[in-house]
């Protein structure tokens, strides 16, 4: 798998396995302004972004088998198997698995968490697009409960998203995310007034482990104090590109 220009950050090739994971940066395409440059999801009348030139170039760049299964994201929990025979786009779903070969799982993101799920055994892979709503909701539960693996066997990836200093909430955002975690008060600090700063990583990593996922690795990448490598819609404060967080099985 070649990397350009720092087009992709992961773990690329995971160790032992057939399984492929990998997050695009904001490098390598052709958008401009606020899309700069390699936007993979925007409004379809986001000119400047590049939308479909990306795309198309996505493949190529990061020797993918097969375009991505763009999934339609509305913060939800459904969670989707892929066959490959999905038309872009026009599934609504935040995450998604697979267990046939060549088939690419993907999810969008620009603050919220990507988090890419492989089996040790090289079975099945699966993404989901975890920002608060989803996590509150339990997208992870979903992605873990449907892929067809015992979760001791899983390894979780987890790709850049808006770090704890600059991910600030309202009391009711944090009662949302305690009401299902009713433990993770460490995963929060307290800003100015009412306000909280969460950690969307230890969140998920929590709800990981409690349903027996024992290897976590990444994190760390953080969307919103990084401009030169990720898209922010919150650092932007105005529509922007979206990154892609990819999983796929090689074929033999």
Not at 194 to 209: G, N, Q, S, V
Request: proline share 6%; aromatic share 6%; hydrophobic share 45%.
């Amino acid at each position: 798998m070649s990397e350009f220009a720092g087009t992709w950050i992961g773990p690329g090739a995971v160790a032992g396995s057939p399984a492929r994971v990998l997050a695009t940066t904001r490098r390598g395409g052709v958008g401009t302004g606020t899309w700069s440059t390699f936007a993979l999801g925007a409004p379809a009348d986001a000119e400047d972004a590049g939308l479909s030139v990306n795309r198309r170039r996505l493949r190529c760049l990061l020797d993918l088998p097969a375009d991505p299964a763009w999934l339609r994201q509305v913060h939800g929990t459904r969670c989707v198997e892929l066959d490959g025979s999905e038309a872009p786009d026009e599934i609504e779903a935040d995450a998604a698995w697979t267990a046939q070969p060549g088939v690419v799982c993907a999810v969008l993101t620009a603050d919220c968490l990507p988090v890419a799920l492989t089996d040790r055994n090289g079975r099945a892979v699966g993404v989901a697009h975890a920002g608060w709503r989803g996590l509150a909701s339990g997208v992870i539960e979903s992605l873990v409960a449907t892929l067809p693996v015992d979760p001791a066997a899983l390894r979780a990836w987890l790709g850049p998203a808006i770090g704890p200093a600059a991910f600030e909430i309202g009391p009711e955002v944090r009662d949302a995310l305690m009401s299902a975690d009713p433990g993770a008060a460490a995963a929060f600090e307290r800003g100015a007034g009412d306000r909280w700063h969460a950690d969307l990583c230890e969140l998920t990593r929590r709800r990981l482990r409690a349903l027996g996922v024992r290897q976590i690795e990444g994190g760390g990448f953080c969307t919103f104090s990084d401009p030169e490598r990720f898209f922010s819609h919150r650092r932007t404060g105005a529509p922007t590109g979206r990154m892609a967080t990819m999983a796929w099985l090689e074929s033999a």
